[in-house]
Structure formats: structure tokens, C-alpha cells
């Protein structure tokens, strides 16, 4: 294997082990602070509840995207 | 972990799991991968509503981080992509219309059925020939003349079909416009309207993004560089598949907990294959497209032969 692809493999496999831990913390956390309450959306407010839902896979999106950008930046940048 | 929405029990793990292998597809063919995201579902006792539903909201964060990516490489033309969505919207909403008039006549699911084995198989064969046809000839032309590697890394896309895609450009219905991004000079609005609305149709009707029809349709009959098909087909889905996922949430099919942890998966999974991209020409990239929409069919053959509903 090519030294440069051994370096990227490695800083993705320490960008996965990262990006594991703290989604396992998300589900726990967040998730479970939102189900009941989207629960209820979803039963009671049914409008509101489509513009909430989309908002969050969209925040989520940005955030994630922003998050596993920098992770792969900055392990990228260690391991050369 | 207990999803109260749609009152069912899935392992977070699976969901992670399917979510990256979706997310590659996403990233890589510029597809939804609803064909496998609904089955994947399902088989966990998911109902059909929420999967169609909770998919299509899935499909949009997936779609948002693919889309962002490519947009970093180039490979969105937005002014086509904001057009594609009217048109998309307007088809889906006709092959809702035409489903609905089905279920009433009451032979939905056949007809359904054996329209998607016809579109996916079709789509696959004429796929497989084009590509390989091109590949073929530009093997043949740049033998010694251009190294494999400038080749793989050029976006200024070859095709068997272009002369076919050249007499579509020129027809000429008022309004043309131009899309530089995309290096076409002169288009008919209503082309590329015409693709959307097909696309959004099938959408529509057999249920998804229908992604397998818009990326080839942007390629063949636009004259889209694939890359940008890629791309633009990512951008286009996000309009598409929000309003998809509004409407549906509305009804009652969206279960927003699940599409949130499935999406952890999708972001990993949609940023490889968005790299990916870089590494192969688009003939490389069409051809290797041909196998998702016969998985497609088999999965409506099964469903059609031993009568089990994935």
C-alpha cells in the first residue's frame, strides 16, 4: 500500500473511532431529551411537527458535516 | 432503543449501518438509494408509510452533506438544479395523482409493479451499452496521446449517446438559456423542464427520489457533464425530497428519530463517496451506476413472485 494511502486510512479509522463516541453520546443524550417532546409534536401538532422535523435533519446535516470536516482536518494534519 | 413515532424496536447500530452504505451510494451516484433505505426498514418491521416517509426525510440530510461536498469540488450548477426542483415537484405530485387513480381502478401493484422492472432493466442495459461503448472509443482515441490519469481526472464528459444529446440541445423553444457551470451555451427551458417533470413523475409513482432516472436523464438527454449530474441531482433532491418529507409528515408517515440516527451513518458514508468521485471519469462512474437500478428490479421481481412485501 502507497505510504500517502496508509496515512489516510489510519487518520479514517481515527476519524470513525472519534465520530462513534460522540454519536453513541448524541443518541443517548439528545435523542432521548427530544423523544418524548417530538412524540407529542407528532400527535398534537402535526404542521409544526413537519417544519421541526425537517429543521433538525437539516441542522443535524450542517453540524455533522462541519464536525467530521474538521475531525478529518485536523487528524490529517497528525498524522503527516 | 424504542422509537415511539412509529412504535417499533430497531438496533441504532443497523440503522447507522444502513444509513453509511445509503450514504456512499448518495455520495458516489447521486441517488437517494430509497430502494434500499424502504427494504431496510421494513425488514424491521418499520410500516410502509413511515418507511417511504422517514426515507425521504433521510434522504435530505444525507442529500445536504453530499451536495455541500460536491459544491466544494465544483460539481453543482445551482441555476439548473433550483429549475429541475419546479419541475420534479410538479411530476411527483402527477404520478401521486396517477397512483391514486390506480388504487381506485384497484390493479395499483401490478401495474406499479412491472412499469419499475421495465424502467430499472431499461435503464441498466442502456446504461451498460453506452458506457461501455464509450469507454471502448476513448481507449481507442487517446491511446498514447493523453495519460490515463489526466483523463480520469478531466470532468469534460465523452458519450456513445452525444450526438443524440447534441440534436436535444439544439431544439429550439423560447425561452433558451444558458447554463455556463455546466459548459451548455444554449438550452430550451423546457427541456430541461420536461426531464424534471419525468423524473419527478416517476418519483412520484414508483416512490424514492428516482434519482436512477434524473442522474442518466441530466447525462443523456441535457448533455450534463456526470459529475455535475452527480452534483446538481444531490442539490436538486434536497428541494425535492423536503418537500416530500412536509407533506408526508403531515399524514403522519415521518418518523424524524429514526431518519436522525440513520443519518449519522449517511454523513460518513456520503463523504467517501463524494471522494470517490475524483478518482473515476464519468464513463467509469455511469458504468459502475448500472448494477442499482437491476437491484431495483430484482427487488420488485421478488416481491412480485412470492408475493412478500419487503
Known amino acids: 500500500m502507497k505510504p500517502d494511502a496508509a496515512k489516510s486510512l489510519r487518520a479514517f479509522a481515527a476519524e470513525l473511532a472519534i465520530y462513534a463516541v460522540l454519536v453513541t453520546g448524541y443518541f443517548f443524550l439528545v435523542l432521548h431529551v427530544l423523544g418524548d417532546w417530538l412524540y407529542r409534536l407528532e400527535t398534537q401538532h402535526r404542521v409544526v411537527y413537519a417544519i421541526v422535523a425537517i429543521l433538525l435533519i437539516a441542522g443535524q446535516a450542517v453540524v455533522l458535516d462541519a464536525v467530521t470536516t474538521v475531525l478529518f482536518r485536523l487528524l490529517r494534519r497528525r498524522w503527516r | 432503543m424504542f422509537f415511539p413515532i412509529s412504535h417499533s424496536h430497531i438496533n441504532p447500530l443497523y440503522l447507522v449501518v444502513v444509513g453509511f452504505v445509503i450514504g456512499i451510494l448518495g455520495g458516489f451516484f447521486g441517488v437517494g438509494g430509497s430502494f434500499i433505505a424502504g427494504p431496510a426498514l421494513r425488514l424491521m418491521g418499520v410500516d410502509w408509510n413511515y418507511a417511504v416517509g422517514t426515507d425521504l426525510a433521510h434522504i435530505v440530510g444525507k442529500s445536504i452533506v453530499a451536495a455541500r461536498k460536491h459544491r466544494t469540488l465544483g460539481n453543482v450548477d445551482l441555476k439548473l438544479g433550483l429549475i429541475m426542483a419546479v419541475g420534479t ?47 471502448k472509443l476513448h481507449k481507442r482515441r487517446s491511446r498514447g496521446l493523453v495519460s490515463d490519469k489526466k483523463a480520469a481526472a478531466s470532468k469534460a464528459d465523452h458519450s456513445a449517446f452525444g450526438p443524440v444529446t447534441k440534436k436535444i440541445q439544439g431544439i429550439r423553444i423560447w425561452p433558451m438559456i444558458s447554463l455556463p457551470t455546466s459548459g451548455i451555451k444554449e438550452i430550451s427551458l423546457w427541456t430541461i423542464i420536461l426531464v424534471a417533470l419525468v423524473g419527478g413523475f416517476f418519483s412520484g409513482f414508483l416512490g424514492g427520489g428516482a434519482g436512477y432516472i434524473r442522474m442518466p436523464s441530466m447525462v443523456y438527454v441535457l448533455g450534463i457533464p456526470t459529475h455535475l449530474a452527480v452534483g446538481t441531482d444531490l442539490f436538486e433532491i434536497i428541494i425535492s425530497a423536503s418537500y416530500g418529507t412536509f407533506t408526508h409528515a403531515i399524514k403522519g408517515n415521518v418518523d424524524i428519530l429514526i431518519a436522525l440516527v440513520m443519518h449519522t451513518g449517511a454523513v460518513v458514508g456520503a463523504q467517501i463517496g463524494v471522494v470517490a468521485t475524483q478518482y473515476f471519469a464519468g464513463p467509469k462512474i455511469r458504468l459502475a451506476f ?15 413472485v412470492t408475493g412478500h412485501k419487503l
Not at chain 2, 89 to 117: F, P, Y
Not at chain 2, 291 to 297: D, E, R, W
Open chain 2, 89 to 135: 415537484i410538479g411530476g411527483a405530485e402527477g404520478g401521486a395523482q396517477l397512483i391514486q387513480a390506480l388504487k381506485r381502478a384497484g390493479n395499483v401493484n401490478t401495474v406499479v409493479s412491472w412499469v419499475a422492472i421495465v424502467v430499472y432493466a431499461g435503464i441498466s442495459i442502456f446504461m451498460l451499452w453506452e458506457s461501455h461503448t464509450t469507454l
Open chain 2, 290 to 304: 448500472v448494477p442499482l437500478p437491476l437491484i431495483g428490479a430484482a427487488i420488485v421481481i421478488y416481491t412480485l
